[in-house]
T-cell receptor, first 112, second 113 residues
Framework: DTGVSQDPRHKITKRGQNVTFRCDPI?????LYWYRQTLGQGPEFLTY????????KSRLLSDRFSAERPKGSFSTLEIQRTEQGDSAMYLC??????????FGQGTRLTVV | QKEVEQDPGPLSVPEGAIVSLNCTYS??????FMWYRQYSRKGPELLMY????GNKEDGRFTAQVDKSSKYISLFIRDSQPSDSATYLC?????????????FGKGTHLIIQP
């Protein structure tokens, strides 16, 4: 499978717990993005990496959210002290310089 | 006013009909335009990609961009029940970074057999 891979596909957690999601981009893509999508809305940009450098973060990304991309390969998105409002689909995407962006299947987070 | 406006629908048409989906936008810096198809609880799948103005055709799908009117369209010919999904338009200024893609809310399309 040469597409964007995300793990897990679904995560249920109790409020206050920490969760971590993983994304493996398409191998030759140097840009990696995280988006969040809630029901009835389009994906909203959270953050982006060019290689290992995190170059941009949306104001949607509170201090409880942190993302890493060590060695410019896979990326992780961690949410600390989860809240019910964090329930959403978290999408990872990757692209080359041209901006054509491919998405993974997403991680659906449910905070109970 | 949001940067990208898209009618959420639902849009229901009979099988075989021509479907027209549209988005308007306000940011004149956008120059890359994409259409994604998203099935329920799945990630968006890239359908069409267009740079600047003009038309692009791929099988039953045609994408049109009119930058002077800030208006983009996706046409689906000979629509099939399997085309039933949410269609998202997305745009970029081409830097590929910064704010990434800006999406519309998506149009929920239903093709009736």
């Amino acid at each position: 499978d040469t597409g964007v891979s995300q793990d897990p596909r679904h995560k249920i957690t109790k409020r206050g717990q920490n969760v971590t999601f993983r994304c493996d981009p398409i191998s030759e893509h140097n840009r990696l993005y995280w988006y969040r999508q809630t029901l009835g809305q389009g994906p909203e940009f959270l953050t982006y990496f060019q290689n290992e450098a995190q170059l941009e973060k949306s104001r949607l990304l509170s201090d409880r959210f942190s993302a890493e991309r060590p060695k410019g390969s896979f990326s992780t998105l961690e949410i600390q002290r989860t809240e019910q409002g964090d329930s959403a689909m978290y999408l990872c995407a990757s692209s080359l310089q041209t901006g054509i962006t491919f998405f993974g299947q997403g991680t659906r987070l449910t905070v109970v | 006013q949001k940067e990208v406006e898209q009618d959420p629908g639902p849009l229901s048409v009979p099988e075989g009909a021509i479907v027209s989906l549209n988005c308007t936008y306000s940011n004149s810096a956008f120059q890359y335009f994409m259409w994604y198809r998203q099935y329920s609880r799945k990630g968006p799948e890239l359908l069409m990609y267009t740079y600047s103005s003009g038309n692009k055709e791929d099988g039953r799908f045609t994408a049109q961009v009119d930058k002077s009117s800030k208006y983009i369209s996706l046409f689906i010919r000979d629509s099939q029940p399997s085309d039933s999904a949410t269609y998202l338009c997305a745009m970029s200024d081409g830097g590929g970074g910064a704010d990434g893609l800006t999406f519309g809310k998506g149009t929920h399309l239903i093709i009736q057999p």
